[in-house]
């Protein structure tokens, strides 16, 4: 039994998340179907984010167990040929069996994207999350200051999912207007050991009430200290998020 590290792309739009739901289509079970009519069996397939309905990759992880022998050069050829238009392997690479997608992560870079024009991108309704008031990025970024490093992130938890932990460690966290002042995208990116369900999700609504002049460029960091998710801002779409990448030792 082999092993392999895929690197996937995928535009989550029509899918119900990553992992295999009954009666829903899912990215899990698209590549599954795939890896069965390349191979001709099934192969056991491990992601390293369980993204949720709607959400996007551009460097999802995937650990694939399978006995076939065919090259990992050849299986991202067969592979393609075999999925949905919405859905690429960028990579595959053979590695030690005991690799774990997720246990093995050391950090995860997540995107968000919100377009804040007065008028909706029809062009961007599957990618970006209308905002129609011109949002302070500035703000947002000054404000973002108080969660980075390592902290209690209870206050971004959406329930659903028990952890033994709520601390985390974040390296990185940036606002960001694409395109100069005269631009409408404001991406928001954030670097982490680990996420919290919907943490990026809820971190992305609290900084969107700071950049709209609802709240003090103060009240994240009051936020977080409170440890109670009630405090924070709404949970954003799952449309703007991405996840870009995951990185390992």
């Known amino acids: 039994m082999r092993t392999i590290k895929l690197t996937l792309a995928y535009e989550g739009t029509a899918y119900a ?9 899912t990215v899990q079970g698209v590549l599954e179907a795939a890896v069965e009519r390349v191979t001709g069996a099934t192969g056991q397939t491990l992601a390293a984010g369980r993204t949720d309905a709607g959400v996007h990759a551009l460097g999802q992880v995937v650990s694939l167990r399978t006995e076939s022998r065919l090259a990992p050069d ?3 050829r067969a592979l393609n040929a075999n999925l949905p238009d919405d859905v690429a392997v960028i990579e595959a690479v053979e590695v030690d069996p005991g690799f774990h997608p997720i246990r093995d992560a050391r950090r995860k870079l997540y995107r968000y994207q919100i377009h804040d024009g007065p008028i909706r991108d029809v062009f961007r309704r599957g990618d970006a999350w209308h905002v129609p008031c011109r949002l302070d990025a500035e703000a947002m970024q000054r404000a973002a200051a108080a969660l980075s490093g390592r902290h209690d992130f209870r206050s971004f938890q959406t329930s659903g999912a028990e952890r033994l932990t709520t601390v985390r460690t974040v390296y990185e966290l940036s ?5 100069g002042c005269q631009g409408h995208l404001v991406t ?5 050991n680990g996420f919290l369900y919907n943490m990026v999700r809820a971190i992305v609504g609290t900084l969107v009430e ?7 460029e103060s009240w994240p960091g009051e936020v977080l200290l409170a440890a109670d998710r009630t405090r924070a801002g709404p949970t954003a779409p799952a449309h703007g998020l991405f996840l870009v990448s995951v990185r390992y030792d």
């Open 17 to 25: 998340g990553w992992q295999l739901q009954p009666d829903q289509p």
């Open 74 to 76: 050849v299986l991202v």
């Open 175 to 179: 606002v960001q207007r694409e395109g």
């Open 188 to 192: 928001i990116e954030i670097q982490a």
């Open 210 to 216: 700071v950049g709209r002049g609802a709240e003090p």
